[in-house]
């Protein structure tokens, strides 16, 4: 594991700096944007969830192999308002009820997925769930106690809000955004946690 610095204004800035200069990634930000705010902000229209549904499983590898009910689900859910009012209950909502199964019968949690999905309509609303948060969340949390949660209880979306909140507020990070924060969060975990490849994580990918 990478020496892990602790959450500075001067640390976030420098993780946003270096985004800019990251191959590819602030590119298909600004594609998704496009997709999702620009063209198709509404989520009404089967054929145009599905296009984002598939977009964003293909840019983040989400590995999702069916994603025609999990697009007619986002369509049943009626998610317009509660995604421009923040609704933190939102994710758990489309993460679940979607109907698609693993081999062993279970229905998938597609947590990750769906607050990618609310992230790239709400970015500063909806903070992006994936393992190299959690793994840098549960860190500061084992060295500062900055928050009070359990691995488990990320996978709530209230809870995850609410720790991305605190570790805003400890760390005395308000003068960034909770997309700057993501962004930040993510860079850092994937160098300090870098994925051992060959082993599939569970949840779909991230």
Known sequence: MKNIQRPTKEVVQDYLDKWETLQGYPKQEKA??????DTFSRNNNLSEVLLKCSTLNDFYGTNIFNIF??????????IDDRLIGGDPHLPNEIALGHGIRSKAGNELQLFSFATKYCSHHNPKDFPIFDSFVEKLLVHFKKTDNFSDFSNKELRDYTVFKKVILDFQKVYQLEDFNLKEIDKYLWQQGKEAFPKKYGKKEKNNGK
């Not at 998704?32 to 705010?37: A, D, M, P, S, Y």
């Open 32 to 37: 998704l944007k496009l997709l999702f705010c």
């Open 69 to 78: 009910p999990l697009a007619n689900h986002i369509i049943n859910l009626n």
